[in-house]
């Protein structure tokens, strides 16, 4: 049932998207510009500001039809601040603080209160360490793979008129545009817009129900990870002189998303390694073909075209005859 759930929370943004989102005229340009090639040196996943560093870009969101990123309603002005989208911010907010402070809070005493019923649950303290270490390992590998399916959907689908994750989604989309912003952003900054579908709500409503030990440990560790993936996606976008050295000693031994890796994702047109938490599922999550199987299928049912099939023909052409797995 949790599973189902969370597999419902994924394809909010989606089915948000089936009446918001029609057919576009491409325009690649603002991509193009910064994408980055699969041969370019690495020393963080973003690339530097242009030329001209300060950028605003600003939106023309009258249109249902509007897609972040990807019509000619982009206006690059000079000579202001790096924003992403208009009326968003860099600067940390109290709001931000509390909403964050207060995720963490009860996060941290559901994840406690968890333990603590798997030790009192178990007679030997041995077997309950295990347990929730496993349980700990477990979710974090399947956060990682939660964290893709989230990315891909709100990468590919909806916009910033989808009701709820409708600001997340321009963030998403529009961080390929101007991927250099996260990196001017503070933690709360950063990571409050995921405490909305990830806080509380969920691992909250499960403890009301009863819910303990390794299923509540398990749900409450997976929003959290949820939440953290945008700071563990931040920081692949810092150099190494910018991060501390445990975050680059985790990057290195592939503990933690890696900048090598997520550089990956930012090539054009944004079709794959879309996990942002330790990485470990991008290969054979890409490699599987399935979530192009599942763009196939979004499209046979509501005919919504995914945002990676607008950049690039050729994929949309091969995902229509079946060829789901990269060439
Ligand atoms: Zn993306
Ligand atoms: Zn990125």
Not at 14 to 28: A, E, M, W, Y
Not at 33 to 58: E, I, N
Not at 175 to 182: C, D, F, G, L, V
Request: glycine share 6%.
């Amino acid at each position: 049932m949790r599973a189902t759930c969370l597999i419902i929370a994924f394809l909010i943004p989606i089915t948000g998207s089936f009446h918001l989102t029609s057919r576009l005229t491409l325009s690649s340009a603002p991509f193009s510009s910064y994408a980055r090639p699969h041969s370019a040196r690495l020393s963080a996943a973003t690339l530097p500001p242009p030329p001209t560093t300060k950028t605003v870009v600003t939106v023309n969101e009258s249109s249902q039809d509007f897609v972040f990123g990807l019509n000619d309603d982009l206006v690059r002005e000079r000579g202001r601040k790096t924003l992403v989208l208009e009326g968003d911010d860099l600067t940390t907010k109290p709001y931000q603080i509390l909403l964050v402070t207060f995720t963490f809070l009860i996060q941290f005493l559901l994840s406690t209160s968890a333990i603590t019923s798997i030790f009192h649950s178990h007679a030997s303290p041995l077997l309950s360490l295990l347990l929730t270490t496993t349980t700990i390992l477990t979710t974090y590998t399947l956060a990682d793979l939660g964290s893709g399916i989230f990315h891909w959907s709100v990468d590919n689908y909806g916009n910033s008129k989808t009701p709820i994750l409708g600001n997340i989604i321009a963030a998403f989309q529009g961080h390929h545009t101007a991927p250099w912003t996260i990196t001017e952003r503070g933690f709360c900054n950063n990571v409050h817009k995921l405490c909305y579908p990830f806080g509380v709500l969920l691992p909250g409503l499960s403890y009301f129900m009863g819910n303990t030990g390794v299923g509540l440990l398990s749900l409450t560790l997976f929003c959290w990870f949820e939440v953290m993936s945008q700071e563990l996606h931040k920081w692949t976008h810092q150099t190494s002189a910018e991060t501390n050295k445990t975050i680059n000693w985790l990057q290195k031994n592939n503990l933690i998303l890696s900048r090598k890796t997520h550089n990956k994702h930012h090539t054009m047109p944004f079709d794959g390694n879309y996990c942002i938490v330790s990485g470990w599922n991008n290969g054979w999550l890409d490699r599987s073909g399935f979530l192009r199987w599942m763009e196939l299928r979004i499209w046979e049912r509501n005919g919504v075209e995914s945002n990676s099939w607008k950049l690039d023909e050729g994929l949309k052409e091969r995902t229509m005859r079946g060829e789901f797995r990269p060439e």
